[in-house]
Structure formats: C-alpha cells, structure tokens
C-alpha cells in the first residue's frame, strides 16, 4: 500500500527542518507517545511506540534506518515495526521542498503489513498513518520554530 | 491484565442470574458459556452479523459489542425468553411459517432484531423491513423469506394487540 | 389421500432451532473441557527459524502447546482426496502445524491448549516465532511465468497439475467465420457460514474409544481421511456432527485444526474444543473460486457456436483440499459447452499451487464459474453478430428430442427442455417490453441492462463406478436404514449430512407417502459415523437425488416385507395383498386387512413368521445411481447503472430452475433464493483479497462485503418440471441452481447496461469504484 503524505513548514527553510527531524532527541518528542527512542548504529534507531486507534492498538517496537541522505534534500527512512497486531514494513522516501510559504516535505511511502492489522485493518492503516505523521509533523514544526528562535 | 474477577448480576429472560467474571469478558460469553444460555450465537468477531443480537432493557443489541460488566444490572431477553415450543411467540410462529430459516444459526439472533424493530415500526414495508434487518447477515435464505417472516409477524402482533385492546 | 410429495409441508426441524434449543457444536459442553486456540502464521511464505513457547507454556491455565515439529511423525499429512487420472498430480504433504515453513497467511504454526478459551487465546499472542520471510506469489498466472517464485522444490513453475479434456485444433478456430476471445475470471470467495469450522474431541482411555464432533458436510469422509491421518482406526472413531450452520461446501474439506483437536484430546485425555474465529475463517477455512479463464468461441454469423477452447488458471492454494484437484478439471472442465449443442470443446487446466489458503468446493463448485465463463461469452458473441442473446440460446440449446443427451466431453445429460425454461423466464420478465423500456430509458441518459443466463449442473453426485473413473477417493452412492419399531414408528437412516437444507423434512414426505403413517411417526438420524453404516455426505446437489431416492428404495424394502408378512398372516397370497394408506389388505375382501402398526409388532414380536423369514422390520438399501443429474434454467437480471458513482441496483430478479421433481416447493425457492444470493453476491460484491505476496487483506466481514436483505428486489421464481429418469423419484439437485445461474445473469445486465457506453468487460465483483472507472475510460478493458 502506497501511503502519500505532505507537509508544509510555514516560515522555515529546508535546512532548518532538515536539523530538526535528523535530531534523535527532537525526533523522539515528536513522535506520537514514543517511550525510547535510541540510537543503536550509525543512522539506526530503535523505537518503542505505543498506538492506540480503533482497532489498532498496542506496543509496537521499531527498528528505523535512515539511508541515501542528501542533506537538506532528501532521504529514506526503512521503518521495521512489530506489535501484537502485526508487522508493518515501511520504506519512505522524505523528499523536502522549497515552497512559498517555506518548505514542503513530502513523504512517500510504500507500507507493507501482516497480522490482524493486513486482515483487518487494512483500511485503516493509512488513515491511522496520516494521524500520527500529521502529529509528527505539526510537533517538529513547533521544535524547529523554536530552535530557529521564532 | 487484571484478572480480579467482578460480580455481574442481570435478569436474564425472568430470572436473577449473577457470576464472577473478568471484567473482560463479553456478554454473549457471559450469557452462552456462564450461564450456559446458548440460544444466541457468535458468527463474527467484529459486530457485524448480528447472530448475537439480544434484547437489553428492550432494545435490540449486538452481544459481542458489550462487555457483561456494562449489562450489570439490565434486564436480558434472550430466544429463550420470547416464546415455547408450546407458545410460540409470533416472530418465532411467522420464521415457521414463512421458511425464514435453513441451518437456524442467525435465526435468534434475526428474531431478536425483528421484534426490536417491529416495534419501532409495527406496519413496515417490505423496503423498510429489509432496512431492518441491516444488522443481520445470514448466508443461507437470501433474505426474502425472512422478510415475509417479518411482515407476516407484524400482521400476527398487530392482531394480538388488536384483540388485546392495545395500539 | 393426497400424496406429501409436492406439498409445502412446514419444516420439522424449525421449533427446534427458533426457540434456542438447536444444539450447536458450540453449546456442547463436558466436564473436563479444555479449549484450543491456533498460532496461524502472519506470512504468506516464511521459514520457521525458531518458535519459543516457555512464555506461553508458564502462563496460569495454559495446559499444553504443540509445534510442529513436537508432532512430527505423530499426525500425518492431511490428503486431498480427488486424484484425476491423467493430471500428472503432485500431490505436497499438508502437515498439520507447519514444521519449517509457512506456505500462506493462516497456515498453523502452534496450537495452545488451555483451561478456558480467553486463557487460550492470550497464551498463542504470548508465543515468540522467529520467522524469516522468504518470496511469495498469489496470482497463478503470476506463479506460472518464467521466473516465479517455485513454492515446493519439487513442483516445477508451481503446476501442482495439467489436464486436458476434449480437443480443438487451431484449425477449429481460425476457419470460424466469428472469432470470441475473452477473459472470464470468478474471483475467490469465502464460503462463510455463519457458524464457523469447530471441532470437539473426546477421547476414553479405558475403551480407546474417539468421539469427534466436528462441521463436516460429510462425517464419513471425515472419519475416513482422519483414520489415516492420525493412524487411528475407523471401527474406534465415532464421527458426528451437531446442528450446524451452515457449510456451502467449506465444510466438506478435511482440515489440518481437526486432526489437531483429536490428537490432544487423546494425549491429554481430556475433552478439546476449538472454535474458529471469523478472522480466521478466511485465514484457514478453503475458499471458493479463483479461476482465471481464457476462452476462445468459434460460431458463425447466424448464431451456432462451433467450438470452444478454455484454458484455466485454477489457483488451489499452498496445498491441495479435500475436493480441490476435481473442480476446475471435472465440474468445470467437462461441463464447458454448458446446455449447448457444440461440436468442439476443449478445456486445459493447470492447478497452480500458491501462497494462498487452499480452494475446494464452495457451492457450484466449479459449474457458477463455467457458467459464468460461456454465458458472458455467449453474450459477447451475440453482440457481435448482432443478434438478440435469447435468440442465440436458442439456436445452440440442446433440444429435448435429444436427451439422453451427449455433450462434447462426453458427459451424458440425463433429460431437459431447455427452451422451455428459457421460453418461460423470457415470459415472466416480459422481454421484448423490457428491451423497449431499456431504449426509452437510454434516451433519457438512463443505462438499464437486462442479462440473461441459462446453465445446466452436473449434481445428484453419483455413479460410484464414474467417481472411480475420475479419481474421487471414494464412493458416491448413499445407504438408507429404515428401522420399524414395535409400535409402529420409523426411524430413517442415511447418510447424507444435512445443515440447514429440511432432509428431515423432505424425507419424511417421501417416506410417509409410501408407508401411509402419520408423518409425525417418521424421524431421521443422519450425522453420526456409529448410527449410519457409511455414507457421503451433502455436497454437489446429491442428497436428495442419491439419498433421498435410496430412502425411497429402502421404504419400499419395507413395503415388501410387510407385504410378505401380512400374506402369511392373513393366509393369502402374497400377489392378491394390497397395500395402500397404511393398510395391508387382501385384493376383493376389504375386511381381511392388517394395519401396518400391526404388522410392525408382528415382525418384532416374531411369534409368527413365515417359513424362512428373519424377525424384525428393518430394510437396507445401497442406492449407486447409473448417472448424474443435470438441472438447468435460466435466470434474468435487470439492473440500473449509476453512471455517476458506478453504484448498481438489482431492478428485477426472474429465475426458471427445473430440478425435477420438486419434493416440497417451499424448501426448493428456499435452496433457490439462497443460491441466488451468493451467486449475485459473487457478481457485485465479494471478494477475498490478497496483496500481490499473498497477505490477506479481507479478515472480516468489515472488509469482505457480505450479501444483505436490502442488496436485493423480491427474486421472481417459478420451476418448471422435467423428470430425472435415473432415479426412482425422478429428481435433481436444486441447491447450487440458484448460485451457478446467477453470477452471470448479473454480470450480463452490468455490461448489458454498459454496452452503449463502450465498456466490454470488469472484472468481478463489479463494485462501484470499478464499474466507475470502466466508465470514466469509456470503452478500455479494465
């Protein structure tokens, strides 16, 4: 499944934003209810995640890689994640942007999933997706504002 | 989990009936496999069906839907409440009647739905019975011999009341 | 007094089942019970590096957990028990939990075993498997192509087999003065019962004794293929199966969960009970379907269809079902020139194993899809020569003159009067002015279709020597019981299995019209492996056309003994006794007389019987019918487009079915209807979906569209009767008429209405999005 999602950071450059979302720390605040969030090799990240919408719900923990970074423009981040309801395998292409009102990062994503979350769920996955990248985004938003002194 | 068990006491179709549970556990569970009820059944996990449907103080419900904590309390119709062999009830009298069954599985459960809605709508058409019966999937009858079931027993409830003086 | 067959006699199972006291496998309870629940693996293809069950095997009530390895050489593979000659089969061995490796989303991984069904349940999340995720493919035409993922070592491009049946050459076509080709695939289904699989085993360590309730359409079979999988013999296994809700063929497969059940009720010498979710359902229950057809239809331009040639993809899933082999080859493949006279047919078909749950039997099985295939066909072609598709049929019917009637794969059609049924539905729907109405609306940018389809059914399964010819591990006659008590009552025993279809019912009107007692008198045991001595079981339209007709002969064994009895009684000839309402009597002296009553207490008394004759009142028959019986009709759809959203509302629904003699007309509409909702239900609506590697995507009945009451118009029925001369009773199979005529009949109507729009073909299920799309492209095959 293809998940499409994009963003516009009002006032800010594309190195601005590129900082924040490569900051572990900034990263791990802005995920939604995220309980760690270390840094375990160089671009490999480990996550414990706790989600709860609908019938998606549970723990999940997450192996994240960042890879083919082109500072500030692109890169990808390949999302392992596995809880009670499933797996989910992501491989997302972060693209950013200059735009009017600042910079756009769209990310494209093709998620893959198994478990109850495939059978069941599937329809809501992508929905569930676009809330917590809606929240991610809007949090880095407000980091970088302030890290930017705004 | 809290695996602290809680007490659950409903009326169920006339009588007090009250266990221990985890607090998890569903009402149609509670109803089939606690106080070995076992008229109503489970076709699905995900509320769908309506095999399940039970009467809850009056009102049609999925019994899968609602944990047998949240039914403390309530007064609980169930197949087993409606009617006899000897006295059938006229839902039970008009799905005889009409061959509004094959295997029976979703039967209880449709029987239950049609009463709730028969009184919502005791003259319904044949389009707004089928809207009734939204809540049911049966995979057998193709519904239509359901459907006169259900208008034959509106007939019959309306003539009982009739008889009876009532509206 | 008038006879009981033909009546709309009121069911006899019903006060039963609506005042709560059926008694599903479910409701059964036994002290001691322990409850199973099934890891199932969340990979379409995976190896099994390492599973860890401490967690699980720790937690309080959690009483054993198997893997597969722990029953290596413990339960045997699970067979397929369809082995056409001549298909080259490779047959893969089907363990019960997977040892290795996982071959689809759902295949078992470890079963827990626990005090209650929560503890169970919560102990299979608790078990850790290390798995790593190997290639999968879906499709089998994907799994076909050069390059595919090869899912067993030992089946080469994933063909589990190839069959040809019939021949048409190249020159058959090419000199056709009219070429059709198409694609006509029936997409998977999901049988889905409303009550799901479920098995209950008891096992007693002092007599060695197995009791299994289990679904099954077919207890016998199950005992059978059981015995040989867990190495435990028949004359210890009782079989039997509650009041069950419901099969549709997906409970004629012998499962994997079933073997399981009964091996830790005998390890653990303690009752077991699994109950399938509905996720799992479509996990691990067999589908129904997936066949991808490519056709080729020679005619000429005045209408005769000359030839056809089909190749089928059949996907059989990650292992071959109990009946899987024997669909798409036989039912589909000898049935593909349907009710028409053609002179060439020629089916190929490769079973393509895949990292899906298995195929079998689903309703039709194998027939809706063949229909399906030649009646979308047979319209196409009739829009391309330009000619009315009732007048098409028509042409190409096998006339009546000509039954018995050979069709051009051999297969013999007992009788039919094809154009009497289709003359009939084109009467009831009020044809020609339907057509009018359509061109009227059309001006008005309103898109009406009407679409038409007529099918004949191989059912009434069947001659046991043809089985045999055909590879069908087994028998297809039936054996009745009738057992005379004391006082006059008759218990029936046979070996069908009914779930839902009135044999109680039927059957009783059979027997009572022969024997002349109160119909109240007549009762019926069927589902039990320790009452009846052997039997197939319900599927393939057979249990009244085989059973029935073998209640019928085993009654009339009755009659005759009777009659013997009450001649010696009476001092009579046994020639001058007649036997009539119940009463024996002798021919001319109506008060020389014995009742039958009387004469049941004669024989089981046995004060008196004749020289030679053995006490009691108890015949047996083995019925092994001389042919198949084929049911035809033909139903019509009329339905409305919305060219705005795609959305499609069934206006009308006519069907003409001939099953023969109809038993109890009430039972047969209600056999009709529901065939007919799941035939529409295949056409517009469901549809099991896999991602392109095999993951499941339909878990539910959230994401797989299930028929409901306001999908559908009032359905216009009428039957026609034509006889079935090989069975006593002269009747057919009527329970997969409804599905196996509609899918078509609404798929025509679809592209009927579409037809001005340039819109050749959808693929099923024709939902709005897709029909929409098929718009909005205005003419491109989608």
Known sequence: MEIKHKYTFKDLSKQEVWDVIQDPEALQAALPNCETFEEVGDEEYKAVMKINMGAIQGEFTADVQQVDKKEPDSYRLLVKAKGKPGEIEADANMILDEADEGTELSCIAEVGSTGLMATVGQRMVGGVAKVVLGQFFKDIEKQAKQAAGQ | ?167 | MEKMVGQRIKRKEDPKLITGNGVYLDDIKIPGLLHASILRSPHPHAKIVSIDKEKALAHPGVVAVYTGKDLEGKINPVPTSWKVPGMNLIETKQYPLAIDTARYVGDGVAMVIAESKYTARDAVEMIEVEYEVLPSVANQKEARKEGAHQIYEEVPDNVAFKYVAGEVTDEDLENAEVLIKGTYNTQRVAPSPMETRNSLAQYNPGSGDLKLYVGSQNPHIHRMVLSEVLNFPEHKFHVKVADMGGGFGGKIGVYPDEALVSYAAMDLKRPVKWVETRNEHFQSANAGRDMMVDLELAGTKDGKITALRAVNHANIGAYLATFGPGNPTIDFGLMLSGPYKIEKAQCTTYGMYTNTMSVDSYRGAGKPEVTFMLERAVEDFARKINMDPVEVRRINFASKEEFPFTNAQGLIYDSGDYVKALDKAVENAGYQELREKQKELRAQGRYIGIGLSSYVELSGFGPSAVAGGIGFQGGIWENSTVRVHPGGTVTVYTGTSPHGQGHDTTFSQIVKDKLGIPYEDINFVFNDTRAVSMGWGTYGSRSLAVGGNAVALATDKVVEKGRLLAAHLLEADVESIDFSEGIYSVRGEAGRRKTFKEIAKAANFAWNMPEGMEPGLEEKTFFDPSNFTYPFGTHIAVVEVDVETGGIKILRYIAVDDSGKIVNPTVAEGQILGGIAQGVGQALWEGVQYDEKGQLQSGSFMDYTMPKANFFPKIEMEFTETLSPVNQLGTKGVAESGTTGSIAAAANAVMDALAPLGVISIELPLKPEKVWKAIQKGGAKS
């Open chain 2, 1 to 167: 989990m809290n695996n602290e068990l809680v007490n659950v006491t409903i009326t169920l179709n006339g009588e007090k009936r009250s266990a221990d549970v985890e607090p998890r556990m569903l009402l149609v569970h509670f109803i089939r496999d606690v106080l070995n009820v076992t008229g109503s059944h489970i076709g699905c996990d995900t509320s769908q069906c309506g095999n399940c449907t039970i009467l809850v103080n009056g009102r049609s419900t999925k019994s899968c839907t609602l944990l047998a904590v949240r039914a403390d309390g309530s007064d609980v119709i169930t197949v087993e409440g409606i009617g006899t062999t000897e006295k059938l009830h006229p839902i039970q009298q008009a799905f005889w009647d009409e061959h509004g069954l094959q295997c029976g599985y979703c039967t209880p459960g449709a029987m239950m739905a049609s009463i709730d809605f028969l009184t919502q709508n005791p003259d319904p058409t044949d389009e707004e019975i089928r809207e009734g019966l939204d809540g049911i999937i049966c995979r057998c009858t193709g519904y239509e011999f359901i459907v006169n079931a259900v208008r034959s027993a509106a007939k019959m409830m309306n003539e009982d009341n009739a008889v009876k003086g009532e509206v």
